[in-house]
């Protein structure tokens, strides 16, 4: 405290602090990396600045894209993902070649797909499939019981094919004669109206009896 120099048994060293690294440390640290792009965040406006024009200088090629975003500033980044699909089950037996074709059904858990037959959808999974029956009854005058019903497993063929068919009923049904049943006998025929023309059906024969001669 009088003045006098004292002996310094230790050595001091200096070490630049710029918030969490200095520039020779980011910059090896980009260099090994070499990502497509850089964000600089965090820090002075300025000094942001000198250090985003001296990253374009050790990045020249245009292939890192280096970012300096204000204070609520938006960044907009769009990542491309493989998505690889894995066979199990039954359709996993068999050994593909390239360009074969594999039918089965795609089940996405999370960030995995799987494709699996149908019949493994509840070994693998919590799954389960069903089938989805239509039935549908249409007016039909050419019929005793005055209807004709429709029902087929609903899928996009059978789909496809059930429509024309209901528009075929519907344009016959408007063609064909009305027949009624007006009684049974007990020699197995009945007593039918066509066309409010009465007739005797055998129903064993098929064959009709009638006065009207288009009968």
Known sequence: MNGLAALLNMQVHYISFSAHADY??????????????????HGEANELMRLTQKLFTEFPDGNTRIMNPK??????????LEKMEKTIGRLAEKTLDVGDSVSGILVKKGFTYQIMAPDDLHVFSQLS?????????????????????????????????????????LNISREV???????EVDNGKLVISVDDNVAHLDKESGDVESEHDGL
Request: proline share 7%.
């Open 24 to 41: 020779a440390q980011m910059s090896t640290f980009l260099k090994e990396l070499m990502p497509l792009d850089i964000v600089l965040v």
């Open 71 to 80: 204070n609520c500033e938006s960044v907009e980044k769009y990542f491309t």
């Open 129 to 169: 499939t069903g089938t989805v029956t239509q039935r549908i009854t249409i007016p039909f005058s050419g019929a005793f019981g005055k209807h004709i019903s429709l029902q087929w497993s609903s899928e996009p063929i059978s789909d496809m094919v059930s429509d024309p068919i209901v528009a075929l009923v």
């Open 177 to 183: 004669p009305k027949i009624v049943v007006k009684e």
